[in-house]
């Protein structure tokens, strides 16, 4: 069958003819990739791809031959675009954002692609020519494990947004070969398996080895005269190589394309012949599996001495890697005094604040500007976004590690800080009070570089994530600094990208809101507001609801191929979905389900009065925290027999499927009716799983903490279910003195529940088992469970009354969605770059 005919028989034959440059060849040849692709095209492409690169024909080609082949033949049309961007890109010398990021949750590559570069329906006739189940290819894939949550989910925002908005911009990370682990449960306990992600291919990646760097670690320094001037001189004692491998960032459907690279780390010496004939085959390959443990895992457990040393090499690695790279890219004659103008590096949290005195140490040790004058041009290149409100998540790092493995960059710091504690007195004088809270380095209980304090004193801005957090950023976790600083801190509250995470994770919805208002909300979210008078029709009510039943069973379709469960019919669908941490406060979940279940059980509780509810849990909880492990062991068997107490007659399930991730939260969110975002007022700094389930019509029940506030502002308190202490509550009852037993003693509710899991009834009798729990929430709970438990069951009977007007429910449901296009990820980078980049899109 010819090509022309928009067939496809998969034949070597056929590719051999198709791409042949052979004037004698008995049929014209199949044009290059070329815009706008049409099917035929694509076609071929596939099949060169296939036959190529894959080694295979069609009718041999096992699912992931085909799978692989797709992915490639995507790339190939990104790349004429990126090829093309690239040229603009160097000709116009525009500023570009470096955007430093330990993490990038990415999700499934394929359907996104092929959304933002408009390759969908060509793909779709390609596949079916060749009697291709796209489905099943989409099925195959597997995402890449590059982040933990929050923190590397918003940073793959960020990058679609930057390349949709047509901001010159590179993401640079880590290429970890085991990301985040995979999870599995066993007695309903965490078990932590290698998510080996890059088994089956890596498609989307392009590896780059002639532009690899070379990263130094350990050694001394040694001062040395240079021509008059006395300089430091680091003297590294090993060193690696970086690796890049890059992913292409499409815009939406305006020819921009970004890149995202990651880097890999392989031994400089990876493998030494005489020592291998020698016999020692161990020693040979010693110095490889040293430098490959540095880009082996994400987020090495580091309760052990081993574990932080590696966590240090990583950040230094990938960062000292991503400088290098963007200087070669600038003109050898560049004026690196000018370098503000061409490059702001974003600070994405404390992991890659190491950048701060590396970018130093080039600036001054290998390029010989003056001390001043590269501090100057530092201070404008970095800008830092705080993700945090509690003490524990800034990082800081011991000075006998900080000098032992980078004792160059150890002395930077030492230097920055002296200079900074002496403007401090000279505007304080010698409050030593003062100095001490301010100073880099900390003294105690060892002496340790605070890096959120190196970022804020290096970086042009400081931002929190939203009003609120932004606000006790300044108020309570760097209230010196920002007496010191006030214009360096500002608000950037953050966003989802909606491409994903309602154009591609909700097609129903997404073509319901095109087919009333058109399609340019897909990048101008503000647009949704279009929708709130809809709230008001009938008919549009019907179909939103239809919606969601429908999102439903498309949830169920897939826990049920995937783990065997499924939602009940008629169920609210309660879900809580995010890092198991406990100032998140999945226990106080667990014990509102528990409180249900003891009603019923109990007879206080008419089962007929009892709302059908299937609560939904997603979470990872690290390695080594083990409280957070015996919450989810608590939340599994409190599930388990739940679950099947006949006496509940189905009516409340608990489901938790094991490795939550962006593939399963596509799902999971479209079909949410409730989203939980109960963490302790203060403590959450932003959140983006609360934007995503308002956006796809979920109502909140939450605490004022994070974006909450802003959500609740938004759509309106009739339609959000508040409760819980505010932030000032909280920080007064902690003054006072908590006590949570006063609680339990105060509260029959509260106490049946504690009661009923501490006499062993979700633990085969075992009282043990969850004594920790029991104890914890009794004589400590850090984020006051017991104290908002009330309220939240009082906020849950609200939700009971609310749903059982279906009709009420569905209208507040289309106002969330329709009040809620602020939180657009476009909209915080167009925030970035009017309050802290300053990096106009190109054209």
Same mark, same amino acid.
Request: overall charge negative.
């Given at each position: 069958?010819?090509?022309?005919?928009?067939?496809?028989?998969?034949?070597?034959?056929?590719?051999?003819?198709?791409?042949?440059?052979?004037?004698?060849?008995?049929?014209?040849?199949?044009?290059?990739?070329?815009?706008?692709?049409?099917?035929?095209?694509?076609?071929?492409?596939?099949?060169?791809?296939?036959?190529?690169?894959?080694?295979?024909?069609?009718?041999?080609?096992?699912?992931?031959?085909?799978?692989?082949?797709?992915?490639?033949?995507?790339?190939?049309?990104?790349?004429?675009?990126?090829?093309?961007?690239?040229?603009?890109?160097?000709?116009?010398?525009?500023?570009?954002?470096?955007?430093?990021?330990?993490?990038?949750?990415?999700?499934?590559?394929?359907?996104?692609?092929?959304?933002?570069?408009?390759?969908?329906?060509?793909?779709?006739?390609?596949?079916?020519?060749?009697?291709?189940?796209?489905?099943?290819?989409?099925?195959?894939?597997?995402?890449?494990?590059?982040?933990?949550?929050?923190?590397?989910?918003?940073?793959?925002?960020?990058?679609?947004?930057?390349?949709?908005?047509?901001?010159?911009?590179?993401?640079?990370?880590?290429?970890?070969?085991?990301?985040?682990?995979?999870?599995?449960?066993?007695?309903?306990?965490?078990?932590?398996?290698?998510?080996?992600?890059?088994?089956?291919?890596?498609?989307?990646?392009?590896?780059?080895?002639?532009?690899?760097?070379?990263?130094?670690?350990?050694?001394?320094?040694?001062?040395?005269?240079?021509?008059?001037?006395?300089?430091?001189?680091?003297?590294?004692?090993?060193?690696?190589?970086?690796?890049?491998?890059?992913?292409?960032?499409?815009?939406?459907?305006?020819?921009?394309?970004?890149?995202?690279?990651?880097?890999?780390?392989?031994?400089?010496?990876?493998?030494?012949?005489?020592?291998?004939?020698?016999?020692?085959?161990?020693?040979?390959?010693?110095?490889?599996?040293?430098?490959?443990?540095?880009?082996?895992?994400?987020?090495?457990?580091?309760?052990?001495?081993?574990?932080?040393?590696?966590?240090?090499?990583?950040?230094?690695?990938?960062?000292?890697?991503?400088?290098?790279?963007?200087?070669?890219?600038?003109?050898?004659?560049?004026?690196?005094?000018?370098?503000?103008?061409?490059?702001?590096?974003?600070?994405?949290?404390?992991?890659?604040?190491?950048?701060?005195?590396?970018?130093?140490?080039?600036?001054?040790?290998?390029?010989?500007?003056?001390?001043?004058?590269?501090?100057?041009?530092?201070?404008?290149?970095?800008?830092?976004?705080?993700?945090?409100?509690?003490?524990?998540?800034?990082?800081?790092?011991?000075?006998?590690?900080?000098?032992?493995?980078?004792?160059?960059?150890?002395?930077?710091?030492?230097?920055?800080?002296?200079?900074?504690?002496?403007?401090?007195?000279?505007?304080?004088?010698?409050?030593?009070?003062?100095?001490?809270?301010?100073?880099?380095?900390?003294?105690?209980?060892?002496?340790?570089?605070?890096?959120?304090?190196?970022?804020?004193?290096?970086?042009?801005?400081?931002?929190?994530?939203?009003?609120?957090?932004?606000?006790?950023?300044?108020?309570?976790?760097?209230?010196?600094?920002?007496?010191?600083?006030?214009?360096?801190?500002?608000?950037?509250?953050?966003?989802?990208?909606?491409? =994903?995470?309602?154009? #591609?994770? %909700?097609?129903?919805? /997404?073509?319901?809101? +095109? &087919?009333?208002?058109? *399609? $340019?909300?897909?990048?101008?979210?503000?647009?949704?507001?279009?929708?709130?008078?809809?709230?008001?029709?009938?008919?549009?009510?019907?179909?939103?609801?239809?919606?969601?039943?429908?999102?439903?069973?498309?949830?169920?379709?897939?826990?049920?191929?995937?783990?065997?469960?499924?939602?009940?019919?008629?169920?609210?669908?309660?879900?809580?979905?995010?890092?198991?941490?406990?100032?998140?406060?999945?226990?106080?979940?667990?014990?509102?389900?528990?409180?249900?279940?003891?009603?019923?059980?109990?007879?206080?509780?008419?089962?007929?009065?009892?709302?059908?509810?299937?609560?939904?849990?997603?979470?990872?909880?690290?390695?080594?925290?083990?409280?957070?492990? =015996?919450?989810?062991? #608590?939340? %599994?068997?409190?599930? /388990?027999?739940?679950? +099947? &107490?006949?006496?509940? *007659? $189905?009516?409340?399930?608990?489901?938790?499927?094991?490795?939550?991730?962006?593939?399963?939260?596509?799902?999971?969110?479209?079909?949410?009716?409730?989203?939980?975002?109960?963490?302790?007022?203060?403590?959450?700094?932003?959140?983006?799983?609360?934007?995503?389930?308002?956006?796809?019509?979920?109502?909140?029940?939450?605490?004022?903490?994070?974006?909450?506030?802003?959500?609740?502002?938004?759509?309106?308190?009739?339609?959000?279910?508040?409760?819980?202490?505010?932030?000032?509550?909280?920080?007064?009852?902690?003054?006072?003195?908590?006590?949570?037993?006063?609680?339990?003693?105060?509260?029959?509710?509260?106490?049946?529940?504690?009661?009923?899991?501490?006499?062993?009834?979700?633990?085969?009798?075992?009282?043990?088992?969850?004594?920790?729990?029991?104890?914890?929430?009794?004589?400590?709970?850090?984020?006051?469970?017991?104290?908002?438990?009330?309220?939240?069951?009082?906020?849950?009977?609200?939700?009971?009354?609310?749903?059982?007007?279906?009709?009420?429910?569905?209208?507040?449901?289309?106002?969330?969605?329709?009040?809620?296009?602020?939180?657009?990820?476009?909209?915080?980078?167009?925030?970035?770059?009017?309050?802290?980049?300053?990096?106009?899109?190109?054209?």
């Amino acid at each position: 069958m010819s090509s022309a005919s928009g067939g496809c028989d998969g034949s070597l034959r056929y590719v051999r003819r198709v791409t042949s440059s052979d004037a004698t060849a008995p049929h014209p040849p199949v044009p290059a990739l070329e815009l706008p692709p049409t099917a035929d095209g694509f076609t071929a492409q596939f099949l060169r791809n296939l036959n190529f690169d894959g080694g295979v024909t069609l009718a041999d080609a096992s699912t992931n031959d085909r799978y692989l082949a797709l992915a490639r033949t995507v790339r190939d049309y990104l790349m004429l675009h990126a090829l093309a961007d690239q040229q603009r890109q160097a000709g116009a010398q525009a500023k570009a954002v470096c955007y430093l990021s330990a993490e990038y949750l990415l999700g499934n590559q394929l359907d996104n692609d092929l959304l933002a570069g408009d390759l969908a329906g060509v793909a779709a006739d390609a596949m079916a020519a060749c009697g291709i189940d796209l489905d099943e290819l989409r099925r195959h894939e597997i995402e890449p494990g590059l982040g933990n949550g929050g923190l590397g989910r918003l940073a793959a925002c960020f990058i679609d947004s930057l390349a949709t908005l047509g901001v010159p911009s590179i993401g640079y990370g880590i290429r970890y070969e085991y990301g985040i682990f995979r999870q599995t449960f066993e007695d309903g306990q965490q078990v932590e398996q290698p998510d080996a992600w890059l088994t089956l291919g890596a498609p989307w990646e392009q590896p780059r080895p002639e532009a690899a760097q070379t990263v130094s670690f350990g050694g001394r320094t040694e001062t040395v005269d240079d021509a008059g001037t006395v300089r430091s001189r680091w003297i590294p004692e090993w060193n690696v190589s970086a690796v890049p491998y890059d992913y292409l960032v499409p815009g939406f459907r305006n020819g921009r394309v970004n890149t995202l690279r990651l880097w890999r780390a392989k031994a400089t010496d990876a493998f030494d012949l005489r020592i291998f004939n020698s016999g020692d085959y161990e020693q040979a390959v010693r110095a490889q599996t040293f430098a490959e443990n540095i880009s082996k895992v994400l987020y090495p457990e580091d309760s052990t001495p081993q574990g932080k040393e590696l966590r240090l090499q990583q950040q230094y690695f990938f960062v000292a890697a991503s400088i290098r790279d963007f200087l070669g890219r600038l003109p050898e004659d560049f004026d690196l005094a000018r370098l503000p103008e061409r490059v702001i590096f974003q600070l994405n949290d404390t992991h890659p604040v190491i950048a701060v005195p590396e970018l130093m140490r080039v600036l001054v040790d290998e390029h010989g500007m003056a001390w001043d004058e590269a501090w100057a041009v530092t201070q404008q290149c970095f800008a830092y976004t705080c993700h945090t409100l509690l003490p524990e998540a800034l990082e800081v790092w011991p000075v006998e590690l900080l000098g032992r493995l980078l004792p160059r960059h150890l002395e930077i710091v030492y230097r920055i800080n002296e200079e900074f504690l002496a403007a401090v007195r000279a505007r304080f004088g010698d409050d030593e009070m003062r100095i001490r809270d301010m100073s880099i380095i900390a003294e105690f209980p060892v002496r340790a570089v605070r890096m959120a304090y190196l970022a804020t004193v290096a970086g042009s801005r400081v931002n929190g994530v939203a009003e609120l957090h932004s606000q006790l950023l300044r108020d309570k976790v760097l209230p010196a600094f920002a007496e010191f600083f006030p214009e360096k801190f500002t608000n950037v509250t953050n966003g989802v990208t909606p491409r =994903r995470f309602l154009r #591609l994770a %909700n097609p129903g919805l /997404s073509t319901l809101i +095109t &087919d009333a208002i058109g *399609d $340019g909300w897909v990048t101008d979210l503000e647009r949704l507001h279009e929708l709130e008078p809809l709230a008001e029709d009938a008919a549009f009510r019907a179909a939103f609801a239809a919606v969601k039943a429908g999102n439903k069973r498309r949830l169920n379709e897939v826990l049920q191929a995937r783990d065997g469960m499924r939602v009940g019919d008629g169920h609210l669908v309660d879900v809580m979905v995010k890092r198991l941490h406990e100032y998140k406060r999945q226990l106080l979940k667990v014990l509102h389900v528990v409180s249900e279940y003891e009603g019923v059980v109990s007879g206080r509780i008419a089962l007929a009065d009892l709302q059908p509810r299937t609560v939904l849990f997603g979470a990872k909880a690290a390695p080594g925290y083990a409280m957070a492990k =015996r919450i989810i062991h #608590l939340i %599994n068997a409190v599930g /388990s027999v739940v679950n +099947t &107490d006949p006496r509940l *007659d $189905g009516r409340l399930q608990v489901l938790f499927p094991p490795n939550y991730n962006v593939t399963l939260a596509e799902s999971v969110i479209p079909a949410a009716d409730l989203s939980e975002q109960i963490s302790l007022a203060g403590k959450e700094a932003s959140g983006t799983g609360n934007m995503k389930f308002a956006l796809n019509g979920a109502l909140t029940i939450g605490t004022d903490d994070g974006a909450n506030v802003e959500i609740r502002e938004l759509v309106g308190d009739a339609n959000f279910f508040l409760f819980g202490m505010t932030e000032p509550e909280v920080a007064e009852i902690a003054q006072a003195g908590y006590h949570p037993a006063a609680f339990y003693q105060e509260d029959a509710g509260l106490r049946r529940a504690i009661d009923l899991i501490a006499s062993g009834a979700f633990s085969g009798g075992d009282r043990s088992v969850f004594e920790p729990v029991v104890s914890n929430l009794l004589y400590e709970d850090r984020f006051m469970v017991l104290a908002d438990y009330s309220a939240y069951m009082a906020a849950q009977q609200r939700v009971d009354a609310a749903y059982a007007d279906q009709d009420g429910w569905t209208r507040a449901a289309i106002l969330n969605v329709a009040r809620c296009g602020f939180f657009s990820s476009d909209r915080s980078i167009r925030d970035y770059i009017d309050r802290i980049w300053h990096t106009p899109p190109t054209t």
